[in-house]
């Protein structure tokens, strides 16, 4: 099991531009959450998919953009690129029907997302 | 949302046994408590997870009082890796339950 992967590793941007990560689950999880992790700061919660929709929603904007496709994979957008958009972007997934005993999800490694 | 305190940063040595306490005085009644571990350029990894008194795993020990406003991870013998982001937060359970982070503690271990 590879675990969450994310794609790509690194990025570098300029402001205006628009930008998407992309975010593969565990095996046999079908819940993603996309967090934004800026230096010094601990993860802050974007969205969440699951059944291909957005289920919950952190305070963000509507530039922060999200998709899940039938194989639970994810993707995060972001358009007009603002200089603080530069952050770690770390998705995460967990299983919706199980994890009833546990506050436990399954992170990637990240993308670092520079914006010069 | 309960909100957790945490101190900034720790310092210890190879050996010895870190305490990590977290202040959660809202917390709520089905709220529980989790630790997550952060290294540097990955992400954070489940740790331990407790309701009250005390959790022990393979990795670490969780010691939460009875009126639950605070709770204690415990590191035995922590050596060079166990150098990280420790971060505690609050809430209820469920596999798509939003996680809240809070700023975390940095734990430096020296040799």
């Known amino acids: 099991d590879a675990g969450v992967t994310q794609s790509p590793t690194h990025l570098i941007k300029t402001r205006g531009q628009q930008v998407t990560l992309r975010c593969s689950p565990k095996?046999?999880?079908?819940?993603v959450s996309w967090y934004q992790q800026a230096l010094g700061q601990g993860p802050q919660f974007i969205f969440q998919?699951?059944?291909?929709?957005?289920?919950q929603r952190g305070n963000f904007p509507d530039r922060f953009s999200g998709h899940q496709f039938p194989n639970y994979s994810s993707e995060l957008n972001v358009n007009a690129l603002l200089l603080g958009d530069s952050a770690l972007y770390l998705c995460?997934?967990?299983?919706?029907?199980?994890?009833?005993?546990?506050?436990?999800?399954?992170f990637g490694p990240g993308t670092r997302l520079t914006v010069l | 949302l309960a909100k957790t305190t945490q101190p900034i940063s720790m310092d210890s040595y190879e050996g010895q046994e870190v305490n990590i306490t977290c202040s959660h005085n809202?917390?709520?009644?089905?709220?529980?408590i989790t630790w997550y571990q952060q290294f540097p350029s990955q992400g954070p990894r489940f740790i331990i997870q407790?309701?009250?008194t005390k959790v022990t795993n393979e990795v670490a020990s969780l010691f939460i009082p009875a009126d639950r406003k605070s709770s204690t991870l415990s590191l035995p013998r922590v050596s060079l890796s166990d150098t990280a982001v420790y971060y505690c937060?609050?809430?209820?359970?469920?596999?798509?339950?939003?996680?809240?982070f809070g700023s975390g503690t940095r734990l430096q271990v020296q040799p």
């Open positions: 995460a997934s967990s299983h919706s029907g199980g994890s009833l005993s546990y506050n436990e999800q399954f």
């Open positions: 095996s046999g999880h079908d819940t």
């Open positions: 998919y699951y059944e291909e929709e957005e289920r």
């Open positions: 809202n917390i709520a009644t089905n709220d529980y």
């Open positions: 407790g309701y009250k």
């Open positions: 937060l609050v809430g209820a359970l469920g596999g798509r339950r939003a996680l809240t």
